[in-house]
């Protein structure tokens, strides 16, 4: 839902894709949210598997000229890459913050 993971009101997102610096409601600092390349991962994953078995479903049926591929395929992937884009952001930061994950750290009598 674009919210904070901590208190689900703040916003998390200030851009399409760009991060508060800090949650506007309980003041969760977001600055450990790094989800990296996953969400592009499993997007790309996703819609890979979507477009290219349509477009290979579609070749194989009804075999088609090259121009009704040419119209058909680019919304598609535009439609499954950028929608899902943010809210598998979103997810991937709530994850990071429900399972603390973040990078390793020594402590104590384990810091060399
Ligand atoms: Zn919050």
């Given at each position: 839902m674009g919210r904070c993971p901590r208190c689900g009101k703040g916003r998390l997102f200030r851009g399409f894709l760009a991060l508060q610096p800090?949650?506007?409601?309980?003041?969760?600092?977001?600055?450990?949210a790094d989800s990296a390349d996953a969400p592009a991962f499993f997007i790309m994953f996703f819609s890979g598997f979507i477009v290219a078995g349509s477009a290979l479903a579609v070749e194989i049926l009804y075999a088609p000229p090259y121009w009704v591929h040419a119209i058909l395929w680019p919304p598609l992937i535009l439609i499954t890459t950028l929608l899902p884009l943010r809210p598998v952001k979103g997810l991937m930061i709530a994850l990071q913050y429900q399972n603390k994950a973040a990078e390793g750290r020594f402590t104590g009598s384990d810091a060399p």
């Open positions: 800090r949650c506007e409601h309980c003041g969760l600092d977001f600055s450990f």
